[in-house]
T-cell receptor, first 113, second 115 residues
């Protein structure tokens, strides 16, 4: 069964605007972590932001924030003031049982000048 | 800041050959993970090591093996290579064996092409 679902295969956003990338997850565990990674066309995986299931406040890291709605099992990534360099593939991932991360299918974000 | 180092960056092999990928984790990270990302796909977990012991196993083929050495670096050995093994192979490391307590930091990957 799909644990992480990213329903937007691709998105466009105008430079300097905000954009929300959707992520829903499925787990029966009470303790889990949610992660967002950015993968530019060069291929590397860049860690952006982390949200723990027990964290009461939404995580923020610079222009990135995570809109965590636990009851709805969603962990959307919000990028404020988009820049051309934000064009990349974005992966939502989760760890529940075990050490490994399970990734969603990704969303390709394209920032228009 | 030091990052996860993977070598080589690119590797071209023929079918039925063997390949060895190397990973040097961030200093003081004791857990190493290997992922495989096929073209246009999300990364798939292969295997992980904590304190030099295998801690989790994912969809790693029997033709592949891995280990973590005393200096915490890890190697992924791939034998009898098939065309379908062509992918980007990531190594990641973290500070504990429970990923939700600390994020995984990924290396730049090794792009393996099997011809």
């Amino acid at each position: 069964a799909q644990k992480i679902t990213q329903t937007q295969p691709g998105m466009f956003v105008q430079e300097k605007e905000a954009v929300t990338l959707d992520c829903t997850y499925d787990t029966s565990d009470q303790s889990y972590g949610l992660f967002w990674y950015k993968q530019p066309s060069s291929g590397e995986m860049i860690f952006l932001i982390y949200q723990g299931s027990y964290d009461e406040q939404n995580a923020t890291e610079g222009r990135y924030s995570l809109n965590f709605q636990k009851a709805r099992k969603s962990a959307n990534l919000v990028i404020s003031a988009s820049q051309l360099g934000d064009s990349a593939m974005y992966f939502c991932a989760m760890n529940d049982a075990g050490n490994m991360l399970t990734f969603g299918g990704g969303t390709r974000l394209m920032v228009k000048p | 800041a030091a990052g996860v180092i993977q070598s080589p960056r690119h590797l071209i092999k023929e079918k039925r050959e063997t390949a060895t990928l190397k990973c040097y984790p961030i200093p003081r990270h004791d857990t190493v993970y290997w992922y495989q990302q096929g073209p246009g796909q999300d990364p798939q977990f292969l295997i992980s090591f904590y304190e030099k012991m295998q801690s989790d196993k994912g969809s790693i083929p029997d033709r592949f093996s891995a280990q973590q050495f005393s200096d915490y670096h890890s190697e992924l050995n791939m034998s009898s290579l098939e065309l379908g093994d062509s992918a980007l192979y990531f190594c990641a490391s973290s500070t504990s064996d429970v990923a939700y307590n600390s994020p995984l930091h990924f290396g730049n990957g090794t792009r393996l092409t099997v011809t």
